[in-house]
């Protein structure tokens, strides 16, 4: 039985140590390094993933803390590319949006009508991808690497997978709902 100190679910805790270090870089405007510790985050994110099923130690531990330093650092990045205007305010409440409103429909499904499972989408997926990827493209710009067209590309593409897939998340809550309630 996986624990939290197996290698996968603590690969998942150091990106989330890395969050702050990654925020006070980004407020610093020291991109180089922000973008340096991103790529070590997204290398964790990868590795804990593939370590978890190579070594048999997939866990509902690390199903659940995943998630959570996935939105835990995107959050902390988002906000900080509004706070230090290295993207627009509209990007940031999009992302954070999103996921406020599928954590407030899961958190509906399982107090209200015991739902447990809400599983990711594949556009879920897709939209949290862009997001990061573009969270990369608006870092590097800021070390002076990406072309502020590339950024704007990177920009409307997640906002456009953002709302396709929040509406996917709402529609499959409220059906679930509806078959519930039968």
Known sequence: MPSLFSPPNLLTCVRIALTPFIVFALLDKNCVQAFLLSMIAGFTDTL??????????????GAYLDPIADKFLLTALYLC???????PWWIVWLVIGRDAMILSLAAGGLFWKGVRD????????????????????????CAQGVSPDVVKLFLYATAISTIWSGLQYLRR??????????
């Open 173 to 182: 809550a409220i059906r679930s709902m509806r078959a519930i309630s039968r």
């Open 48 to 61: 804990d993933g593939y370590l978890a099923r190579k070594m048999g130690q997939e866990s509902r531990l």
């Open 81 to 87: 590319f509004g706070i230090a205007n290295l993207a």
């Open 118 to 141: 809400f599983p990711p989408t594949t556009s879920g997926k897709l939209s949290t991808s862009l997001q990061i990827f573009t969270s990369l493209t608006i870092i590097a710009q």
